[in-house]
Nanobody, 124 residues
Framework: QLQLVESGGGLVQPGGSLRLSCAAS????????IGWFRQAPGKAREGLIC????????NYADSVKGRFTISRDNVKNTGALQMNSLKPEDTATYYC?????????????????WGEGTLVTVSS
């Protein structure tokens, strides 16, 4: 079982950057794919990006391509989402998710574990 805790959210001005972290505790983090999702108020959850256990990246959202990058550290049992050139429409609660063996896809079906989320607000 894994427990995921996100951190790094906050208020940032348009054009700014934030780095979200996902700290995992549990067994065999390296066997899990790590994905990032977000949900804005009144909107459906959106899958953004995922990195599998081999380090291969799947990009799900055109809206963040070229601006958001994902990484993982299997020694520290952490995942990260680097967000650059942030826009007001990036305002949402961001969640990391772990899926055993493979990326779950943009809908998040099949995700084994979810974090509690961290709020990102992009505003001047």
């Amino acid at each position: 079982q894994l427990q995921l805790v996100e951190s790094g959210g906050g208020l940032v001005q348009p054009g700014g950057s934030l780095r979200l972290s996902c700290a995992a505790s549990g067994y065999r983090f390296s066997n899990y794919a790590i994905g990032w999702f977000r949900q804005a108020p009144g909107k459906a959850r959106e899958g953004l990006i995922c990195i599998n256990k081999r380090g291969e990246v799947s990009n799900y959202a055109d809206s963040v391509k070229g601006r958001f990058t994902i990484s993982r550290d299997n020694v520290k049992n952490t995942g990260a989402l680097q967000m650059n050139s942030l826009k007001p429409e990036d305002t949402a609660t961001y969640y990391c998710a772990a899926t055993l063996g493979y990326c779950a896809g943009p809908l998040g079906s099949g995700v084994d574990y979810w974090g509690e989320g961290t709020l990102v607000t992009v505003s001047s």
